[in-house]
């Protein structure tokens, strides 16, 4: 079992920036591929990035590359998102989660352990 909390939400004017946390527990955290989802009410959950157990690995949404960042510190077992030039489509409720993979690109079955999200609001 794994227990992920996410943090660093909050309400940031657009342009600006936050850098989400998720600090995990239980299984083994340095194993596993982790990954950054969000969504809004109404739509589909959607892949956000992905990094792979060493943090060597990393994957993008194609519409987030170049002001999305993933990084993990296996040492303090978190995984963390900076989120750069944030538009007000980028408010949702974001998402992390770990995968039973060392890596895994995309949303899909292997992430088995989820966090109960953190809610980031972009203003224009």
């Known amino acids: 079992q794994v227990q992920l909390v996410e943090s660093g939400g909050g309400l940031v004017q657009a342009g600006g920036s936050l850098r989400l946390s998720c600090a995990a527990s239980?299984?083994?955290?340095?194993?596993?591929?982790m990954g950054w989802f969000r969504q809004v009410p109404g739509k589909p959950r959607e892949f956000v990035a992905a990094?792979?157990?060493?943090?060597?690995?990393?994957h993008y949404a194609d519409s987030l590359k170049g002001r999305f960042v993933i990084s993990r510190d296996n040492a303090k077992n978190t995984v963390y998102l900076q989120m750069s030039n944030l538009k007000p489509e980028d408010t949702a409720v974001y998402y992390c989660?770990?995968?039973?993979?060392?890596?895994?690109?995309?949303?899909?079955?292997?992430?088995?352990?989820w966090g109960q999200g953190t809610q980031v609001t972009v203003s224009s």
């Open positions: 989660a770990a995968s039973t993979s060392p890596f895994s690109r995309g949303l899909n079955a292997s992430y088995r352990y």
């Open positions: 239980g299984r083994t955290f340095s194993n596993s591929g």
């Open positions: 990094i792979n157990w060493s943090g060597g690995l990393t």
